[in-house]
């Protein structure tokens, strides 16, 4: 038997109990793209001591805070819509990693409200943080009308927001991963940016430190006088 992508005890909490489960959905793309923010999200917090808050932007629905092993200095911050999220944490009580989560609410998507996401992650991210997951290939596709320039676009727009971005396709996933991806077009697009700018805060920390130097020099300028 072939081991599983990833182990997620939580999920039969949230689905209906009816439900028949296919255990051979290994290579369906949901979870190849699970297993592909499960391994980025793991290897950045074991390859960097500095990374403390982690924020999720899910439908609600996203186990992760709970069966991913997190630090316990890491904060968690998670953006979904609020009335799923709600029905969600009382589906899970009684499991102790359901305390303390922090959330706020995520608007329907829409390409303009990812161009919003876009914005808050180009001031409040600071230089250097990934910013990574799956879109809808629908909205890229509405926008551009062929997916022969969908490199480009998606380029031009995570660059106006201060982004370098690269997409990661299904079958490299799976490859990565000793396997075959299933066959027929994907949903999502797999992406993986980092900020290339100083967030707002670092930008403001900057400006402060600057004006007290020019203050300095002006002051020793009146003491030489």
Wanted: with cysteine; hydrophobic share 40%.
């Amino acid at each position: 038997m072939n081991n599983p992508l990833f182990i997620d005890p939580y999920i039969r909490c949230l689905l209906p109990p009816d439900i028949q489960m296919d255990v051979n959905q290994d290579l369906h793309e949901h979870c190849l793209a699970t297993k592909f923010i499960d391994d980025i999200l793991l290897s950045e917090i074991e390859n960097n001591d500095g990374l403390r808050q982690v924020v999720l932007l899910t439908d609600g629905m996203d186990t992760r805070p709970y069966r991913l092993n997190w630090p316990a200095s890491t904060i968690l911050f998670d953006v979904s819509p609020d009335t799923i999220f709600r029905r969600s944490i009382k589906k899970l009580e009684g499991h102790p990693a359901s305390e303390d989560l922090k959330v706020i609410g995520l608007p329907i998507m829409t390409l303009a409200n990812f161009k919003d996401i876009l914005g808050a992650v180009s001031s409040l991210a600071m230089k250097g943080c990934l910013f990574f997951g799956e879109l809808p290939s629908w909205l890229v596709e509405t926008e551009i009308g062929f997916k022969s320039t969908r490199t480009k676009w998606m380029d031009k727009l995570f660059v106006s927001h201060g982004l370098k971005v690269k997409m990661i396709k299904h079958d490299e996933v799976a490859r990565n991963l000793g396997k075959e991806s299933a066959p027929g077009d994907h949903k999502n697009i797999l992406f993986v940016a980092e900020q290339l700018q100083f967030s707002d805060d670092q930008m403001e920390i900057w400006r402060r430190e600057f004006q007290r130097i020019e203050e300095e020099g002006d002051e020793e300028g009146f003491e030489e006088l």
